[in-house]
């Protein structure tokens, strides 16, 4: 099966503060979708994006997919970012497939 | 707001026991899947079912069952229960152009 690593696994940061978290899969995908878990575990989706840019005011992402990457870009954090990012490539009959994600911290 | 949402929130059961959570997604969201996150780990798929027939599956035992209804509900079931079963599961349904929503979740705690 695919194999996801989310970088970096931890991130601390002041409010105001930009930031890039970054997704590496093993194969090729058709689809690849970003959420936001806040911390009472509800899974937002923030973008379904298997190729190119999409941007969602402050929040943008890119995948090169013949690359088998995918880039989320946070700008202007806020406290109300804070939470664990994940990406997730596939969706067909085998399921997303999850990475480890990438634990948030917005500081005031 | 999702559209997808899950009973019940939390609950409590014995290793051995029985144990059923459901899941309502929009009209129209023909696909639904199933997933169990354990603490501090990316959610696992357990099986995805499309118009009332299971269409993939994880790697999971044959004690995790589940139903698909006409009206967009499902349903997973878990037999014979074990500690490592405690888990969020979380159910979520295919939307327009491939967008997947989640519900909020059911925390199963196993004693």
């Known amino acids: 099966g695919i194999q996801v690593e989310q970088s970096p696994p931890d991130l601390i940061l002041q409010e105001g503060a930009n930031s890039t978290l970054r997704c590496n899969f093993s194969?090729?995908?058709?689809?690849l979708q970003w959420f936001h878990q806040n911390p009472w575990g509800q899974l937002i989706n923030l973008f379904y994006i298997p190729s190119g840019t999409k941007q969602n005011g402050r929040l943008s992402a890119t995948t090169v997919a013949t690359e088998r990457y995918s880039l989320l870009y946070i700008s202007s954090s806020q406290t109300t970012d804070s939470g664990v990012y994940f990406c997730a490539p596939g969706g067909g009959a085998d399921g997303l497939t999850f990475g480890k994600g990438t634990h948030l911290i917005i500081q005031p | 707001e999702t559209g997808v949402t899950q009973s019940p929130t939390h609950l409590i059961k014995t290793r051995g026991q029985q144990v059923t959570l459901r899941c309502s997604s929009q009209?129209?969201?023909?696909?639904v899947s199933w997933y169990q996150q354990a603490l501090g780990q990316g959610p696992q798929f357990i099986f995805q079912?499309?118009?009332?027939?299971?269409?993939g599956r994880g790697n999971f035992p044959p004690r995790f069952s589940g139903l698909q209804f006409p009206n967009y509900s499902s349903e997973l079931n878990v037999n014979a229960l074990e500690l490592d079963d405690s888990a969020l599961y979380l159910c979520?349904?295919?939307?327009?152009?491939?967008?997947?929503?989640f519900g909020e979740g059911s925390w199963l705690t196993v004693v």
């Open positions: 009209s129209g969201h023909n696909t």
């Open positions: 979520a349904s295919r939307g327009q152009g491939n967008t997947i929503y």
């Open positions: 079912y499309y118009r009332e027939e299971e269409n």
């Open positions: 194969d090729s995908v058709n689809n």
